[in-house]
Nanobody, 123 residues
Framework: QVQLVESGGGLVQPGGSLRLSCAAS????????IAWFRQAPGKDREGVSC????????YYADSVKGRFTISRDNAKNTVYLQMNSLKPKDPAVYYC????????????????WGQGTQVTVSS
């Protein structure tokens, strides 16, 4: 069965870095993409970044462009989100989701989600 497990969240100071991991099982990243979302308390879940399976194309929300980098390791069936220069607006629970065909961050279209990992930015 499809399973996604996020890890790597934690507490970091403003300007610091974290690398999130999304380990997938039940499907291969050679054929499916992955999207990252985040949800802060009291706010809607928003798309952050995604990587496509076919050509490895990546997309980023404007709020994270230049600071976050998404990558994948097909051998480990894992997608990473490197987050640099973290800001006070970045804290949230970060989720990864299976993205079979470039769903454009339309949340209702994503069927499989991980449980989320908490990112906290505080001095």
């Amino acid at each position: 069965q499809v399973q996604l497990v996020e890890s790597g969240g934690g507490l970091v100071q403003p300007g610091g870095s974290l690398r999130l991991s999304c380990a997938a099982s039940g499907f291969s990243l050679e054929y499916y993409g992955i999207a990252w979302f985040r949800q802060a308390p009291g706010k809607d879940r928003e798309g952050v970044s995604c990587i496509m399976s076919s050509d490895g194309k990546t997309y980023y929300a404007d709020s994270v462009k230049g600071r976050f980098t998404i990558s994948r390791d097909n051998a480990k069936n894992t997608v990473y989100l490197q987050m640099n220069s973290l800001k006070p607006k970045d804290p949230a629970v970060y989720y990864c989701a299976e993205d079979p065909q470039g769903l454009g961050f339309v949340i209702s279209k994503y069927e499989y989600w991980g449980q989320g990992t908490q990112v906290t930015v505080s001095s």
